[in-house]
């Protein structure tokens, strides 16, 4: 792939994304959400991102299974451009992220981006590892859940059947496209080490510790807000009946 094809979709994604937050800005906002306007546009324009490359993701391996036997060389066309597509996604975030919202309250994700942009954009450059990198897009199949329950949340709807419903979904596809995907990226890194050239084998090595160390903090605080913290309430009705 040429680097003018790169820049394109890259520049086109990040362009899309500006349309989806000012058409995101058109449409009515919860009562609850007027607060924070902002962060409602941002975490609608991330569910947005979430649901085109959970589905584009899952299409890669299907329409080309063979990409799944050799996620170093081998892809196609339509891999590589999700992967540009994604690097314009996290890139315009980085953008919005620093000229809205307080470095204190965002250097996690920030960091997150700037180790994501790194690895895929070596991934897009080299066209190599761009099966590895669809790989890693997997975890957006949660991330549809998991923005759906920030939503949710700033709707004043964490009370409703469909918030619960949500979480237990959310949950469940944290561990398997979460947790279950990094072990496993990070097994096949391992296991393909002689494969792999030193520097593509550190950046690799330390993006999956960070993202591993990032997520299982991210699972504990879902866990003890969405279902620990219940249970106590629940608990304490019973006791005082």
Not at 76 to 97: C, E, N, Q, R, T
Request: net charge positive; hydrophobic share 50%; charged share 15%.
């Amino acid at each position: 792939m040429e680097l003018s094809s790169v820049i394109l979709t890259t520049g086109s994604s990040i362009g899309f994304f500006r349309l989806v937050n000012s058409g995101v800005s058109k449409l009515p906002i919860p009562e609850s959400a007027r607060r924070n306007a902002w962060k409602w546009r941002n975490i609608s324009t991330s569910f947005v991102h979430s649901f085109i490359t959970a589905v584009w993701a899952v299409l890669c391996f299907f329409l080309h299974p063979q990409m799944a036997e050799d996620l170093i060389e081998t892809f196609s066309w339509f891999s590589h451009a999700l992967v540009s597509f994604s690097i314009g996604y996290f890139i315009y975030d980085f953008l919005d992220m620093v000229l809205n919202q307080k470095l204190s309250q965002s250097w996690e994700l920030l960091f997150h981006h700037i180790v994501v942009i790194t690895c895929f954009g070596l991934s897009v450059l080299s066209c190599r590892y761009v099966g590895f990198a669809v790989v890693a897009l997997l975890v957006e199949i949660n991330s549809v859940f998991l923005h759906l329950r920030q939503i949710l949340r700033m709707a004043s709807m964490a009370s409703v059947t469909a918030y619960r419903v949500n979480s237990m979904i959310n949950l469940g596809t944290y561990v398997v496209f979460r947790i279950n995907t990094l072990a496993w990226m990070t097994r096949w890194l391992v296991l393909n080490r002689d494969k792999v050239p030193l520097l593509a084998y550190t950046l690799g090595s330390v993006g999956m510790a960070i993202m591993t160390a990032m997520n299982i903090v991210l699972f504990c605080r879902l866990l003890r807000s969405d279902f620990l913290k219940s249970s106590t309430r629940e608990t304490k009705k019973e006791k005082e009946m």
